[in-house]
């Protein structure tokens, strides 16, 4: 989906830091985003709360997933955000600040230490947003596609996850976007939704070094298993 950049944005309901503030999406579209049916033992892999984060980890958005873990990097903390949707504004040519469109945000961050008495290092971040006018709006990560694994042996996660962005006035497949990381190896499928009646589309791959055999299938395999479009999307609440 084509996305509307203005050039002055206003934003008074996006989130800075952390922040516990209620956004625009309904509570029960922040969870079920972790498949953790399928845990690596050795990476006492687990989610911990808005609470157990360290102060001096900033992150932007609401907090949709906390995981940690240790594999051969040290150990991690994994922290998935959304805004919902919140309108940005620009001034007109008197001077005075109007809405423009509506936006929505999302972040994924990896945070790493070597052990206790080492402070946390950012080892990859993603962000995305989507802008939308008099259409409807949403961003966010589709349920159970986050999971942790170590499909190689080597002792390094790998972290998977897809996202979906619309902004849509009709039946149109909404654009997706399929992410694996191992280490700060980022590999990426880009494509859109399934609707029914037609046929997975083949995905657009991103990435800078080779994709070995086992993510690749774990990529293929997820690309077909949340291909589906659920329509989801935002709205304001009502006075």
Avoid at 40 to 61: S, W
Wanted: net charge negative.
């Amino acid at each position: 989906m084509k996305k509307i950049c203005c050039a002055i944005a206003f934003i008074p309901l996006l989130l800075f830091g952390q922040s516990n503030q209620e956004s625009t999406m309904s509570p029960s579209e922040w969870t079920g985003v972790w498949d953790n049916v399928k845990n690596v033992p050795t990476f006492n892999l687990k989610a911990i709360g808005y609470n157990d984060i360290p102060r001096d980890l900033l992150f932007k958005g609401v907090l949709v997933e906390c995981l940690e873990f240790d594999d051969a990097n040290g150990h991690n903390l994994l922290i998935l955000t959304q805004t919902g949707m919140f309108p940005v504004s620009k001034k007109n040519e008197e001077g005075v600040y109007e809405k423009s469109n509506d936006r929505a945000e999302l972040n994924a961050y990896l945070y790493v230490r070597s052990d206790e008495k080492s402070n946390y290092k950012s080892l990859w971040k993603v962000f995305d947003f989507q802008d939308c006018d008099d259409a409807d709006l949403y961003l966010g990560f589709s349920k159970k596609s986050l999971s942790i694994t170590d499909l190689d042996a080597n002792g390094i996660a790998e972290v998977s996850f897809q996202y979906v962005l619309s902004c849509r006035s009709d039946v149109s497949p909404s654009d997706r976007k399929l992410y694996c990381f191992e280490s700060s190896d980022k590999f990426l499928f880009r494509g859109v939704t399934t609707l029914e009646g037609m046929s997975t589309d083949e995905a657009t791959i991103d990435a800078k070094v080779e994709m070995s055999s086992a993510i690749k299938e774990l990529m293929q395999k997820k690309w077909t298993q949340f291909e589906s479009d659920s329509f989801q999307q935002f709205s304001y609440p009502q006075n």
